[in-house]
């Protein structure tokens, strides 16, 4: 009796013979065109499906951030999914799967990976990854570094920090480097800040009314947290003082508070522009130093 197997492969071969002798140049032409066709496809939809996911992140980032802000947590996150991405639908496969599988199985180059982990740009990813769960500060925050570096945050790459100094330049720190330092957060836990204030007035004003004067300007300016609850039955509730008096002037001081997102400078511009304008129209003088000069005429 035959081979049932033999049987089946013999006809299999006299019918690929068949097919084969009764193909035309037409026929192999057309065949390679409706395979190169389907190539092209099969491209276009992968393509298609990788460019749908990026809309699709880019998507639940920006409501997120509608709803929350931009954090540096969600910045992160934002880099490490199209990273992700990137990997899954490009590296892997153009061989990435093979790479990853040989690297993976060799104990000898784990060791180099763990060694490798220690250069600057994996430092840097995980320094972002630990800024982005503890949230030293995020962005928007107002902070100042140990080594004077000082400004509002802008942005977290997954490298750097990057900041914005006071003269609207920008500071690019990196994420081991900012992870690290001692850090001054004036917005941390959105606790109010505070600024002392001078202003001289000259002797022959009147004190209480410069007080008085110098207290409501302060309490009704919108960027302020001060409260105007002073009461002559009451020495504390007093917010401005007449701190000392020096050669040509006697000198008013006050602490002024305010929410930690507005900037010092802000605050400094409004207070003294509107307590300067205010003594004035209320004919309070500001002495300001004179320097009178005598010629004598020649003999």
């Known amino acids: 009796m035959d081979n049932p197997f033999e049987v089946v492969t013999d006809l299999a071969i006299k019918e690929t013979s068949r097919f084969i002798d009764r193909l035309t140049p037409e026929k192999v032409g057309g065949i390679f065109v409706m395979a190169l066709i389907a ?5 276009a939809l992968y393509v298609a499906l990788f ?9 639940v980032i920006k409501h997120f951030e509608k709803k929350n802000g931009r954090s540096l947590t969600l910045q992160f996150i934002e880099k490490l999914i199209t990273i992700a991405l990137v990997v899954y639908f490009v590296v892997l496969p153009l061989g ?29 990813m995980f320094a972002g990854l630990q800024i982005s769960i503890y949230k030293p500060f995020d962005v928007g925050s107002r902070i100042e570094f140990e080594d004077g570096t000082a400004g509002v945050v802008e ?64 309490c009704d300016n919108p960027l302020t947290l001060n409260a105007d609850e002073y009461s002559e039955d009451t020495p504390n509730s007093r ?4 701190l000392k008096l020096e050669d040509s002037a006697l000198i008013m001081g006050a602490t002024v508070r305010f929410p930690s997102n507005i900037k010092s400078e802000v605050l400094k511009d409004e207070i003294n522009t ?26």
């Open 39 to 43: 190539i092209v496809v099969l491209l």
């Open 155 to 218: 942005s977290m790459t997954l490298r750097h920090v990057v900041i914005s100094l006071l003269d609207t330049t920008k500071a690019i720190i990196p994420n081991s480097k900012a992870n690290s330092m001692r850090v001054i957060n004036y917005s941390y836990g959105e606790v109010p800040r505070s600024v002392e204030f001078k202003f001289p007035i000259s002797y022959d004003s009147d004190v209480d009314r410069a007080k008085e004067i110098i207290r409501k300007t302060i």
């Open 96 to 124: 990435g799967q093979q790479i990853a599988n040989s690297i993976l199985g060799s104990t000898a180059v784990v060791a180099a990976i763990v060694g490798f982990a220690a250069q600057d740009a994996i430092k840097d």
């Open 51 to 59: 460019l749908l996911l990026l809309k699709i992140k880019n998507k």
């Open 274 to 299: 509107n307590v300067f304008k205010a003594l004035r129209e209320n004919g309070i003088q500001i002495p300001y130093n004179k320097i009178d000069v005598n010629l004598k005429p020649q003999a």
């Open 239 to 242: 917010s401005v003082y007449f």
